[in-house]
């Protein structure tokens, strides 16, 4: 996955390697090519089907909202996208309790930032120069920040598996409809454990793990993207998301919403 470039030298192949090895956080374990891997906890690229994207996205514009460190902007960018990728300012800018603020608050400063460049920052970084990526930019935005002003407008806004960071997941949604092209369509997933209830319900679990907030039912979540002006929704389907141990199970709902138009 090299986006066409010439093969690498056995030097580039190694100083990639160094770079990839000095992250001590990986979220994706993505295939920079030759052989190397990013050690991260989650191989997205086993879970494609289920997003039912597009198999050729040229000239189209996709927003990433919650990026992380990029596999699937990357893969936009593969497919012929050109890209926007969204990511919080900082490790401090998530929707934290205060209890966790605080707490986060009271690290040494070098510590803080060690948190957002390894977090937050440098493996995008690393897999975007690898892959010799020139159609992904990266901003950092809150989710709340999106507007069609400043960013412009998708054919494709994708939020994987970030709404229930989001403290007002409802807000979110009006800012990812802002961005998104009439004709276009918001393809999102939520990790659900409400996959079976029929009632559209939102469960509150602020205290699970410090940011996360809202676990949605699919029904929840379709009608929360209906009152934000989506009115049709496609492609619903499920999967449940494993980390590389398998140890870790989550399952996930995903669909794609169209926007009301008038
Ligand atoms: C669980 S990861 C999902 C990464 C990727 N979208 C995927 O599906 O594999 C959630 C991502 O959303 C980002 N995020 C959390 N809250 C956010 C917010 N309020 N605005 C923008 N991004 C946020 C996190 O920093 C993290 O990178």
Known sequence: MSHGKPPRSPAEIDAIKKRVAAIEAWYHRIDLGDGIETPGHFRMSDYLAPYHFPADMTGMRVLDVGASTGYYAFEFERRGAEVVAIELPSWGDHDWTPRYRRQFAAKPTLERDSIDRVA?????????????????????????ELSRETLGTFDIVFSGAMLMHVRDPILGVQRMRDCCKDDGRLIISISTTLMDATE????????????????MSPRGLEEVLKCCDFDRIEHRDSYVLQDVTGQFRDPTFVCHALPRVG
């Open 120 to 144: 937050m920052l440098d493996g995008f970084t690393v897999v975007g120069e690898a892959l010799g990526s020139t159609r992904v930019q990266r901003r950092f935005l809150p989710i709340y």
């Open 200 to 215: 559209p319900i939102a469960r509150f679990v602020g205290e699970w793990n410090q940011c996360n907030w809202w676990q």
